[in-house]
């Protein structure tokens, strides 16, 4: 191993671990997101490049299974079309590729998620935007400037770093930890339940 490998490894342990801090909105988001789902409401997901697998990972999660055999819950990758993608970055371009979706498909009571690291891209700022105005409950999985986007997240989870692979790091942990709540209140398991105020 080398010098570098070791500080990256020493890193990441540092940024887990004052992750834990987050354990809170962690709990007030898995009940945003039961509470959503409980009502027939849906869970849109997006993000650009390893945010993207993020987002698709968290989709993934929800419609098939965390660790327990329940029912599927709808949730939808915005990043897994291509046709559309290509379609809205031709003739609308790339800024609006989440937004435009968002604009088609979210509705009050939905759940909008958004995985970024630095916060600035601008189809997500704007993929946010669309989603308040739509009326769903906007989450932003950011890093510790949430740039632009954080002004349009109602829950977030910023991870205490501003180093690309530590945040998509902890955003997989967190993005875990969500899917073990919902995937136990959708099981019928007892799940302890936060407040669900922002």
């Given amino acids: 191993m080398t010098d570098e490998q070791a500080h990256q490894l020493d890193e990441h342990s540092e940024v887990v671990v004052a992750a834990r801090a987050l354990l809170p909105m962690v709990g007030t988001l898995t009940a945003r997101i039961c509470d959503a789902l409980g009502a027939g409401g849906r869970v849109y997901t997006f993000g650009n490049g390893g945010s993207a697998a993020d987002a698709q990972h968290l989709a993934a999660e929800l419609i098939g299974r965390y660790r327990r055999d329940r029912r599927p819950l709808p949730a ?13 970055a ?33 189809n997500v700022v704007d993929g946010l935007r669309a989603a308040r105005t739509a009326g769903a409950t906007t989450v932003l999985f950011g890093g510790s400037d949430p740039g632009p986007a954080g002004d349009h997240g109602d829950v977030t989870l910023l991870v205490p770093s501003t180093v690309t692979a530590r945040v998509q790091e902890v955003h ?14 959708a099981a019928g398991d007892s799940v302890e339940r936060r407040s669900t105020s922002a």
Avoid: K
């Avoid at 003739?91 to 958004?114: N, T």
């Avoid at 997989?172 to 209140?185: K, Y």
């Fill in 172 to 185: 997989l942990l967190l993005l875990h930890l969500v899917s073990e709540g919902v995937d136990a209140w």
């Fill in 90 to 122: 031709n003739d609308y371009g790339f800024d609006a590729v989440f937004s435009r979706q968002i604009e088609a498909l979210a509705r009050p009571g939905d759940v909008v998620i958004a995985f970024t690291t630095t916060g600035r891209s601008r």
């Fill in 76 to 88: 939808v990758a915005l990043t897994v079309d291509p046709s559309v993608m290509t379609c809205i």
